[in-house]
């Protein structure tokens, strides 16, 4: 097994069943995480369109058409960092079809972004003309010269989280925000559902991670000030109803129509570079 992102521990053993997959848990701080661990290939290889407009197991029915959900979802994410004064550099990992890229780019930031779906990658690029890369070590970026790094939903997904945060805490300036929203499997509503919680979506989902274990991941990656909090966001009622195995009766609907979601398993968490 390979050493765990949160707590270096290289021993584990099968604890969560899915489906035809495994999560295995760490010994020793009980991450869970998807077993085997699949490559950066395989797993890149689950992003093409289908994900996006399919609803394959954890995809979407109509990302692009759920555009105005994406961008009301943006606005928060980008409300967090009024308090960081003039806007400066950002970079976002797991930057999809670029919307919060663009929002961010109109409120003034200086914008990059790294996705390795490479039809999310062309729309980026070729609707908004933004920077996107398939991978930040490819980011054409001074070192400790990015004020704010954000990947929103994308830390459960990566095959090297810890390596990835490793890589953006050295684009970070001393004292620069990082902000991650992700899923708790510590919630309360996870815990109630157990094996049938929403986010257990193998093979898309990789980790499965409580507040503790998140936390110490972002630690390990070299940041400071950390804080972790509920987080609310907007849904697409297509996805939702897409998710549940509607996916004839969401196609049906004309307009992206966005419900709140605040069920307490999404956590936004914050710090600092040191």
């Not at 290939?41 to 399919?54: E, K, N």
Request: charged share 20%; net charge positive; aromatic share 8%.
């Amino acid at each position: 097994m390979p050493p765990c992102p949160s707590c270096g521990n290289d021993h584990g053993r099968n604890a969560l069943r899915s489906g035809s997959y495994w999560y295995a848990a760490c010994d020793r701080c009980g991450l869970l995480r998807l077993e085997p661990l699949p490559d950066r290939d395989a797993t890149i290889a689950l992003y093409g369109a289908d994900y996006f407009s399919a609803a394959s197991p954890g995809g979407y029915i109509d990302y692009l058409g759920d555009e105005k959900v994406h961008r009301r979802n943006a606005r928060r994410h980008l409300v967090r960092l009024q308090g960081l004064g003039r806007p400066g550099s950002l970079v976002e990992i797991g930057s999809a079809a670029g919307f919060l890229l663009d929002e961010a780019r109109l409120a003034g930031w200086q914008v990059h972004g790294v996705e390795v779906s490479p039809q999310m990658v062309r729309q980026s690029v070729d609707r908004f003309g933004l920077s996107v890369v398939d991978d930040i070590s490819k980011l054409a970026l001074a070192p400790r010269s990015v004020d704010v790094v954000l990947a929103n939903q994308v830390v459960e997904h990566l095959v090297q989280p810890l390596e990835t945060l490793v890589a953006a805490r050295a684009l970070l300036r001393p004292g620069g925000f990082l902000g991650i929203e992700t899923w708790d499997i510590g919630s309360p509503v996870a815990r109630l559902m157990k094996s049938k919680w929403q986010q257990i979506t193998p093979p898309h989902v990789i980790w499965l991670w409580d507040r503790r274990q998140l936390e110490a991941l972002v630690s390990n990656a070299g940041f400071g000030q950390i804080s972790i909090r509920p987080s609310m966001k907007w849904v697409s009622l297509r996805t939702v109803l897409g998710q549940l195995g509607k996916g004839t009766l969401a196609k049906r609907l004309s307009h992206a129509m966005g419900i709140p979601y605040a069920f307490g398993d999404l956590v936004t968490l914050t710090a600092r570079a040191s």
